[in-house]
């Protein structure tokens, strides 16, 4: 009898426990979808104040192309701004430095360097890539913790994915909803870049562009938008 | 194209970059017999190369009658004014070289690295001589392309434009037109 009760007992609390996993895992998945379906759809008709930008910088031609979006966008709105580069890179910040000097006139207008390790060097194998990647979403996590962006501006360098991915589970945890805006290097002319690739079919940008009509037509979802160079 | 007739200066300068990394593949293809005629035969008398990281360093000579002086160095805060210089750009395919060479309306012919991995950069310079905009040309194929080359068919490039993007970015996230 008193085997019996015990073996009741732990299955009941076997089935509780199994019951809160289940109905945690729906919410989740219940929340994931809405996220999911929520992206790519623009936010309510007016916003007047200024949304915390997160700027993430690649190595050469990425950077030039990205300040080029940088000098139309009004800074206004777009405040304050918070540029992540690679570690390995360190003459990205410079030039975001030197933007945020020559450009802004009033003073004060905030803007804050930030450095990230890399989830793939250029020329690393994708094999040990794999390690590497590991330690970037943990930096990234900090780094997303501290700054909870409400937009995401991305042009390619592998960096942008660990955290455009962790502000994709802020988003279905409902920590920070973010606009996640991820513009295809000019040199991509026929096949989007491994981040672009990933953010295009996770659904994770809401937003991406490309540069050349060709690649739109092979992806459809995409947004030709010309040449910014 | 809108470029400079120098013909009649008596230096016509042929600036050679590889960027911020290496490219030995590139040096060593300007620094053969080949590519040197072919230069001097289209009326070039000066060769700059920037090597950057590279390990192979070419043959620093001085102009003699029938050759065009060679000259190099490592890495400089002033491409922009070697580009200036320049009456003919040869360069890898990064994306901030060749723009900044149409930029300043320089004729340019873009040399593919066939050795890095993901070799996506040859879509570019394919695409932009497709439209004219520049030669494309391999290490092993420079000196045909020089031969061959046309300066008059080139197209200038026309300046890119952020606005488009701009203007979707401001709308989605609902701020008002200006």
Redesign the interface.
């Known amino acids: 009898m008193m085997r019996e009760n015990q073996w009741l007992t732990s299955m009941a609390e076997s089935n509780g426990i199994a019951v809160i996993v289940v109905t945690v895992l729906t919410l989740i998945l219940v929340r994931l979808l809405y996220v999911l379906n929520r992206c790519g759809k ?6 007047v104040k200024p ?1 915390s930008t997160l700027i993430v910088l690649g ?3 990425h950077t ?2 990205m300040i ?2 940088l ?4 800074k206004d ?1 777009f405040m304050p701004r918070y540029y992540v580069a690679a570690a390995t890179d360190n ?1 990205s910040l410079q030039k975001a430095r030197t933007f945020e000097s020559s450009s802004s006139s009033e003073k004060g207008t905030p803007a804050q360097y930030m450095q990230i390790y890399r989830s793939r060097e250029v ?1 690393q194998s994708y094999l040990t890539s794999v390690g590497t990647t590991l330690i970037a979403i943990a930096h990234a996590l900090w780094l997303m913790i501290k700054i909870r962006p409400e ?1 995401i ?1 991305c042009n390619g360098p592998g960096t942008c994915i660990p955290l455009c991915a962790i502000a994709f589970m802020f988003k279905v945890l409902g920590i920070r909803w973010s ?1 996640i ?1 991820y ?1 295809e ?7 989007l ?1 491994l981040s672009g690739l990933l953010l295009y079919k996770l659904g994770i940008a ?2 991406l ?1 490309v540069q ?1 009509p060709q690649l739109q037509r092979k992806y459809p979802r995409s ?1 030709y ?5 | 194209m809108e470029i400079a007739d120098d013909s009649k200066n008596s230096k016509r300068v042929v600036f050679v970059t590889v ?2 990394t290496l490219f030995d593949a590139l040096v060593r293809a300007v620094d053969t017999q080949e590519v040197r005629q072919e230069l001097y035969a289209k009326g070039y008398t000066h060769l700059l190369i920037q090597i950057g990281r590279g390990s192979y360093i070419p043959a620093r000579s001085t102009s003699d009658n029938g050759s065009v002086a060679v000259e190099y160095f490592t890495f400089s805060s002033s491409i922009a004014e070697s580009l200036r210089s320049a009456s003919l750009v040869i360069s890898h395919a ?3 070289s060749i ?1 900044e060479t149409l930029r300043l309306r320089k004729p340019l012919i873009v040399v593919v690295n066939e050795d ?2 993901d070799n ?2 040859e ?2 310079a ?2 932009l001589a497709e439209r004219k905009h520049l030669f494309c040309a391999h290490p092993r194929t420079l000196h045909q392309t020089i031969a061959s080359m046309n300066l008059d068919s080139l197209l200038p490039y026309p300046a ?7 203007k ?9 037109e200006d």
């Open positions: 623009s936010l309510r008709p007016t916003t949304l190595s050469g031609g030039a192309e080029n979006l000098l139309e966008l009004q709105r003459m020329g937009v501006l606009s805006f513009v290097s000019i040199a991509r002319v026929k096949r870049s809401d937003q562009y050349w947004i938008v010309g040449c910014l160079m | 960027g911020t990064g994306s901030g723009f890095l991995m996506h950069q879509e570019l394919e695409e890119g434009d952020a606005k488009p993007v701009s979707l970015i401001n709308k989605f996230l609902g701020f008002p």
